[in-house]
């Protein structure tokens, strides 16, 4: 099985700042998806597929990556970006889908 | 827009079974894709749990297999969740989604909290 590693764990931004968020996979992996979560709702779709945005996600975040190593890219951070992050991947073999530990991200 | 809605019961007693149903809108399950449980424990880690296919097959999480069971109501477009044995581990918000033809958890339910306690 899969394990995700997310760093840091929490992390506190200014306003325009770029934040970066890293997940670790210990075997490679073909892509990575990330979620968005703000208290008291579900996780949103962020960015799938490695480096494609979701639907309405400000043109601000970038993923990259591959094999073991992913990252989520704010260019400037804004307010409304404070919230956690998890990583996300499915294993073909056996069937698993695995999520990191997730990054709270606060704004200073 | 594809919504999922679960539902069920809030508290159940440890050795209980625990039973959830995820009401889904906008889409046949048995149409695509693949209908999921994920749970988050309280300090907010994340587990997949299993699923459902449209074809009617399902696939389990290896760390519950003995104790899960996902099955369909077609004619009522809803899917559920029975968890057998439950402890006090087992208390955490339950989400029901759909894994789309993108390979992605691409809607979820609003969630529901479900606490095992006697």
């Known amino acids: 099985q899969i394990v995700l590693t997310q760093s840091p764990a929490i992390m506190s931004a200014s306003p325009g700042e770029k934040v970066t968020i890293t997940c670790s996979a210990s075997?490679?992996?073909?892509?990575m998806h990330w979620f968005q979560q703000k208290p008291g709702t579900s996780p949103k779709l962020w960015i799938y597929?490695?480096?494609n945005l979701a639907s309405g996600v400000p043109a601000r975040f970038s993923g990259s990556g591959s094999g073991t190593s992913y990252s989520l890219t704010i260019s400037r951070m804004e307010a409304e970006d404070a919230a956690t992050y998890y990583c996300q991947q499915r294993s073909s073999y056996p069937p698993m889908y695995t999520f990191g530990g997730g990054t709270k991200l606060e704004i200073k | 827009d594809v919504q999922l809605q679960e539902s069920g019961p809030d508290l159940v007693k440890p050795s209980q079974s625990l039973s959830l149903t995820c009401t889904v809108t906008g889409y046949s399950i048995t149409s695509g894709y693949s209908w999921h449980w994920i749970r988050q424990f309280p300090g907010n880690k994340l587990e997949w749990m299993g699923y459902i296919h449209y074809s009617g097959s399902t696939n389990y999480n290896p760390s519950l297999k003995s104790r899960i069971s996902i099955t369909r109501d077609t004619s009522k477009n809803q899917f559920f969740l029975q968890l057998n044995s439950v402890t006090t581990e087992d208390t955490a918000t339950y989400y029901c989604?759909?894994?789309?033809?993108?390979?992605?958890?691409?809607?979820w339910g609003q969630g529901t909290l479900v606490t095992v306690s006697a």
């Open positions: 075997s490679s992996v073909s892509y």
């Open positions: 989604a759909i894994y789309d033809g993108y390979f992605r958890f691409a809607y």
């Open positions: 597929s490695t480096s």
